[in-house]
């Protein structure tokens, strides 16, 4: 059984640019997950994608978006980046319903 | 609104010694409550929750409606539960987590 992955580790952007975060589900899980967690505090929920269609999105503004594939893979976009963009994001997987989230080892921005 | 407190940042206790880690929680309905756990250079992981009733590596928490509170504790501390420890909240239905900031626990020996 393969765990939750997340690519890249690192990652280094300009305010204004874009970036793509990768995550890739733990095998048989049809639900992923994203989380922002900023220094020093808890990590905060911005969407859920099950069988592709998002489910569920927190207080984040629409140039925070993502997908999901066939393969129940997972992408997070986010568009003209922000200093406080700066952060971990945090990917997990589950099965739909009250199951447990897995979370993948995360992806550091930086946003200079 | 859902909101999860975990009143302190760091609380280091000796080896041996009990813990208690608090967590206060806000929500109007039937909430579910987890306690995750990030180990030195790991991912975030899921100690126990709370309707599974189990005792994870000797951890136990209670989840008291009226307190609004799931505090997490364990009789004898080991230097192995030094770690950042999460108090989240999914709402009724959802799967969605509200995390708690946060409490780092050292255990010293």
């Known amino acids: 059984e393969t765990g939750v992955t997340q690519s890249p580790t690192h990652l280094i952007k300009t305010r204004g640019q874009q970036v793509t975060l990768r995550c890739s589900s733990q095998?048989?899980?049809?639900?992923v997950s994203w989380y922002q967690q900023a220094l020093g505090q808890g990590p905060q929920f911005i969407f859920q994608?099950?069988?592709?269609?998002?489910?569920g999105r927190g207080n984040f503004p629409p140039r925070f978006s993502g997908l999901q594939f066939p393969n129940y893979s997972s992408e997070l976009n986010v568009n003209a980046l922000e200093l406080d963009d700066s952060a971990l994001y945090l990917c997990?997987?589950?099965?739909?319903?009250?199951?447990?989230?897995?979370f993948g080892p995360g992806t550091r921005l930086t946003v200079l | 609104a859902q909101r999860v407190t975990q009143p302190e940042k760091l609380l280091s206790v000796f080896k041996g010694a009990p813990v208690e880690l608090k967590c206060n929680y806000s929500?109007?309905?039937?909430?579910?409550l987890f306690w995750y756990v990030q180990y030195s250079r790991q991912r975030l992981q899921l100690l126990l929750r709370?309707?599974s009733r189990e005792s994870i590596k000797g951890f136990t928490a209670d989840l008291n409606k009226g307190e609004t509170s799931f505090h997490l504790k364990k009789p004898f501390a080991q230097e192995e539960d030094s770690a950042m420890y999460y108090c989240?909240?999914?709402?009724?239905?959802?799967?969605?987590?509200?995390f708690g900031q946060g409490t780092r626990l050292t255990i010293n020996p």
């Open positions: 997990a997987s589950s099965l739909a319903g009250p199951d447990t989230q897995y």
């Open positions: 095998s048989g899980h049809n639900t």
């Open positions: 994608y099950y069988r592709e269609e998002e489910n």
């Open positions: 929500y109007s309905g039937s909430p579910e």
């Open positions: 989240a909240l999914s709402a009724q239905g959802a799967q969605k987590l509200v």
């Open positions: 709370h309707i």
